[in-house]
């Protein structure tokens, strides 16, 4: 699954764009978006480059046995 963004969070700094190697993110209206959910590497380093805590991955259950 591709990352989840909490909009109400976000401050529009665009860092998780910068950082993300596949080049997947844009930005929306409100907050970056997932461009190509399907290309993503679920690498995390749009997570680590936001230091506010908008980005989150929510993984299905059969994936994390």
Known sequence: MPPVFD???CI???KC???CPGYILEMGEN???VAFPDEC???GC???ACG????SFEFP?????
């Open 7 to 9: 909009e109400t969070k």
């Open 12 to 14: 529009r700094c665009q």
């Open 17 to 19: 764009l910068a950082s």
């Open 31 to 33: 907050a970056p978006r």
């Open 41 to 43: 590497w679920h690498c």
């Open 46 to 48: 749009c997570r680590v």
């Open 52 to 55: 506010r805590g908008v980005i």
């Open 61 to 65: 259950l059969h994936t994390l046995l």
